[in-house]
């Protein structure tokens, strides 16, 4: 298999035995434009979905406007116009760079599930929808969120190392997070061991086109696994950055020192199988 960590990288880290973490400061599509066909071995990502949240009404609840139409153009979601059209480019590209046999995770809330989840099915085998229960209610209007979700999915047969994990995984949001939409990192580890687990090595590559926080790429490391992620802002990748020379050095995380799991809630299912630093 070609190797998508032979590229440029805007920083790359290496561990004495093999990990590595290459992040680069580019979009989503540039990202995986860069990595040659079935390079990857996982996705798992949270994209910044900027329709839903420029396209409701909140006093509402009802989804308002053009699809198309751009809204106010906020710094924040320069990266990623989540048009149908371009949402159905970026799953291409993720089906191309991971081949057969293969999976991935897309994160969502309730909004962007109504529109983009279905545009899966066009490049995936959806296998099942988990929820990603916060344990704590956070704000909204018509019922309080309290929840939001990853769609499992596959290039082919890509069967789960885990047979004992349920659908809803207890995990404490990250609260007054110094970094915007920042998840737990243990999110991700549910992900990875479940369709990794042990089988793991330096030479299994995660991708997080979404890099933001950066969580994603502690979660690989983590795990065992090598990791490539890119996101176009440069305070993600200071974050991430940060994150991943911590992790590397067996430091305290400095974005989530502790963690987001209660044992009495949530089974951490994904520790059996987490390396040592």
Same mark, same amino acid.
């Given at each position: ?8 990288? /805007? ?66 979601? /320069?990266? &990623? ?8 480019? &970026? ?54 969120? =309290? ?19 349920? /659908?809803?995984?207890?995990? =404490? =949001? ?52 090598? &990791? ?45 199988? =987490?390396?040592?630093?």
């Amino acid at each position: 298999m070609p190797s998508a960590l032979q590229q440029p990288a /805007d920083h790359q880290l290496v561990h004495s035995d093999g990990r590595t973490a290459r992040l680069v400061r580019l979009d989503a599509l540039a990202l995986l434009g860069s990595l040659p066909d079935a390079s990857v071995d996982l996705v798992v990502t949270d994209p910044a979905y900027n329709g839903m949240n420029q396209h409701l009404s909140f006093g509402t609840g009802r989804i308002v406007g053009s699809y198309a139409e751009r809204g106010d153009g906020e710094a924040w979601f /320069d990266e &990623f116009d989540d048009s149908p059209e371009n949402y159905g480019a &970026f799953l291409a590209e993720v089906a191309r760079v991971l081949g057969p046999d293969k999976s991935a995770y897309f994160m969502f809330d309730s909004f962007s599930m109504l529109t983009l989840a279905p545009l899966l099915r066009e490049h995936f085998s959806v296998k099942n929808v988990l929820t990603w229960d916060k344990v704590a209610i956070g704000m909204g209007h018509h019922f309080r969120r =309290r929840s939001e979700f990853v769609l499992y999915c596959t290039t082919g047969r890509a069967p789960l190392v885990r047979r004992d994990v349920a /659908d809803v995984w207890r995990i =404490r =949001r990250v609260h007054r997070s110094t970094y915007p939409t920042q998840k737990p990192t243990e999110l991700f580890e549910a992900m990875v061991a479940a369709s990794l687990g042990g089988n793991a090595t330096a030479d299994t590559v995660v991708c997080d086109p979404f890099l933001g926080s950066g969580s994603s790429a502690v979660a690989a490391l983590r795990q065992g696994c090598s &990791f490539i992620g890119g996101d176009i802002a440069e305070a993600s990748l200071e974050a991430a950055t940060a994150r991943v020379t911590a992790t590397l050095a067996g430091d305290v995380d400095p974005l989530q020192p502790k963690s987001l799991v209660d044992p009495l809630l949530q089974k951490a299912f994904w520790e059996t199988s =987490r390396v040592a630093f």
